[in-house]
């Protein structure tokens, strides 16, 4: 996956498209990824103890790695992602400007 947790991503496409956000969970075998403020939906949870009341709260939803572009901290804009190999090493690259990310 080009993308990971704490990246800073774009949402490109859907109900939320132009939002930013944090990935707070990646799931690679779903090519899905968990953002914050990002496809929240309502869901109804009931009472736990006696005498407390059931209640709606918002939770965000795993949207699909399609949607996404990371931010590149150098350019400040969504782009695609390369890889460079250096001393043995992966990294990932902005392919707007270059900067390793």
């Given at each position: 996956?080009?993308?990971?947790?704490?990246?800073?991503?774009?949402?490109?496409?859907?109900?939320?498209k132009g939002k930013?956000?944090?990935?707070?969970?990646?799931?690679?075998?779903?090519?899905?990824?968990?953002?914050?403020?990002?496809?929240?939906?309502?869901?109804?949870?009931?009472?736990?103890?006696?005498?407390?009341?059931?209640?709606?709260?918002?939770?965000?939803?795993p949207i699909p790695?399609?949607?996404?572009?990371?931010?590149?901290?150098?350019c400040g804009k969504?782009?695609?992602?390369?890889?460079?190999?250096?001393?043995?090493?992966?990294?990932?690259?902005?392919?707007?400007?270059?900067?390793?990310?």
């Amino acid at each position: 996956m080009k993308i990971k947790k704490n990246d800073q991503v774009l949402i490109i496409s859907g109900d939320d498209k132009g939002k930013k956000g944090k990935v707070l969970r990646a799931i690679p075998a779903a090519g899905k990824i968990l953002v914050e403020g990002v496809n929240l939906v309502k869901k109804h949870v009931r009472p736990k103890k006696g005498g407390e009341k059931g209640q709606t709260i918002k939770t965000a939803k795993p949207i699909p790695l399609s949607k996404a572009k990371l931010i590149c901290p150098k350019c400040g804009k969504g782009v695609r992602i390369g890889y460079e190999v250096n001393d043995d090493k992966k990294y990932r690259v902005c392919k707007k400007c270059g900067a390793q990310i």
